[in-house]
Structures are given as C-alpha cells and as structure tokens.
C-alpha cells in the first residue's frame, strides 16, 4: 500500500508544505500499475512546478518497503504555491477513495483539523454520512475512530405496515444538477495561472503587438505547450512560430543585402578607387641609364619590335 502525506509547520517566516508518498500500490504488476502511475504523476507535477523555486527541495530514498519522495517547500509560500499543492491533496484524495485497497491519504495540517467534521457528533443510532470507502479513509487517518465507524444495529425490527393503494403518481421530470464549484485549492491555483498567463501576454504584446492569447490557443499546437509544466507563454508563442520567424528573419536579411547592393551600384566614383591607374606615362629614351638602353639595344637585334 502507498502512503501519502500532506503536512505544514509553522515558523517565523509562515507556513513550510511538505508532501511525502511511500511505498508501493500494489494495484497490478510492475509496468501495469495504474494506480501507482497516477500518485507518481502528481508527485513529478509537484517537482516540475517548483523546479525554479529557491526554497524548495526534493528528496528521494530507496528503502527496503518500496521508494519514498517528499517535496518540501520552505516559508514563505506564495499563494500559488499552496494552491499547486491544494491540487496535489485533491488527486490524492481521489485516489484513496477510488482504490482504499491500495492508496493512504492522510493530511494533518492545521488547516484540514479546522475543517474537519466531528465525525463523533453522529449518535450511535444514526447512520454516519460516509461512504464505505471514506469511513475506511476516515479510520485510516486517525479522524474517526474504528468502533465509531461500526453501523449501529437496530433493536427490533418492525413489521412492515400493509401499504395502501394509492394511484399512481406522474413521473417526474429529472431537475437540472447545479454544477458543482471546484475546490478551493483548485480554484486558487486557476486563477493564479491566469494572472500569471495574463501578465506574460501584457509582456509579449510589447514586441508582437498583434498577440493575443485566446486567438492562439485554437492552435493544437500552442495548446499542447501551454498543457506542459512551467511553460511560459512566450516560449511557446516562439517554439508555435519557429519556422515562421526564421522564414521571416531570412526575408529581411535577404532584402537588406539586395538594398545594400543596389546602394553600392548606384554610387559614384571616388578618386582612388578607379580599377586602371591614376596616370598614363610613356618611357623616354632621354632619361634610361646605359644598362637600359644596352638592354634594348639586345631585344631589338633579337628582333623584338619595341615601341615608344
């Protein structure tokens, strides 16, 4: 069986949140446990989304019942951060009352003793308002005690009283459920993504004043991203149009290139930079040495026709 459990500890500085899982589920074979895959999936959700806090750590033992991990965040802790834990607590939740056989939750922060229900205020005579597998819970954690959790058995039983004939009643038409509010850590952690998707969608309009959020998550893409932990808006605006910024940067470098050379061709000649020399000179005879005019002297009995 695996047991999870969610404490706080109060010190100068505020509330530090540690979560702790230990040991197997025990559900199905190793591979095929879809139990354990679940509890494993919340406690590396956690990991990810505090991987860039500085006061948090996470700790991991391979011990003898099977391996433990905790994941402690220390004070102070924004709300955030309590939030992404409310919804860890309420996975767990789900999975100890789905399989009670094979999960333990147990929180015993201060918080949860508040607002606990007296499970003792029901009378022996009186049916507890629990399920089977949340007074097992219940037991488990220490909140109702295992003799209380017992159904109390009647004295006698009456004997059924004849029913009248009565006509039969019209059916009924079913009454729409209310949606139910999701839970309150749940709710908070919503709405601090939102916030915070908010603010990096302000940020990223001041380069890309044509971004807008809501526009870009009807992208399959772009909402694959965002589902991932700790992706940020901009990263996954950028990694969604990667192949569209760098056609873009190539057009605009190529433009700039044909403009500089257009600039270049249209230019006008400067001294110094003509291809031919600045000034033609002819030789002159008058002004050759000895050795020169020897020289030619010997190119012409050669037969060389020399021009000056």
């Not at 047991?3 to 559900?27: I, N, Q, T």
């Not at 109390?152 to 949606?179: G, L, S, V």
């Not at 000179?281 to 000895?290: A, G, L, N």
């Amino acid at each position: 069986m695996m047991k999870v459990c969610y404490s706080e500890m109060d010190g100068p500085k505020g509330l530090s949140c540690r979560m702790e899982a230990a040991g197997h589920a025990g559900y199905a074979p190793a591979g095929q446990d879809i139990v354990c895959a679940g509890a494993s999936t919340l406690m590396q959700a956690l990991v990810y989304l505090f991987a860039g806090e500085e006061n948090a750590s996470t700790e991991a033992w391979d011990e003898p019942e099977g391996p433990r991990m905790a994941v402690t965040v220390e004070a102070p802790c924004e709300e955030w951060v309590r939030g992404a834990f409310e919804l860890a607590k309420a996975g767990f939740c789900l999975l100890a009352e789905r399989y009670p056989d094979h999960v333990r939750f147990a929180d015993v922060s201060r918080r949860a003793e508040d607002s606990m229900v007296n499970l003792q205020m029901f009378a022996a005579d009186a049916a507890p308002a629990l399920s089977a597998a949340q007074t097992q819970q219940a037991v488990a954690s220490g909140t109702l005690k295992a003799e209380a959790a017992q159904p109390a058995q009647p004295a006698e039983i009456a004997a059924p009283e004849p029913a009248a004939t009565k006509e039969p009643e019209p059916p009924k038409e079913p009454c729409p459920q209310p949606a139910q509010p999701l839970p309150r850590g749940l709710r908070n952690a919503v709405e601090q993504l939102h916030r915070r998707w908010a603010a990096e969608e302000a940020q990223l309009r001041r380069s890309v004043p044509e971004f807008a959020l809501q526009k870009e998550l009807r992208d399959p893409e772009m909402r694959r991203l965002m589902q991932m932990p700790g992706m940020r808006v901009q990263d996954a605006y950028r990694l969604t149009h990667y192949q569209e910024t760098l056609d873009r940067t190539a057009r605009t470098v190529e433009q700039g290139v044909m403009e500089r050379v257009r600039q270049r061709a249209a230019r006008p000649t400067e001294n110094g930079i003509r291809p031919g020399g600045a000034a033609t000179v002819h030789p002159d005879v008058s002004s050759m040495t000895r050795a020169q005019r020897e020289a030619l002297e010997r190119r012409v009995m050669q037969g060389a026709q020399i021009r000056l």
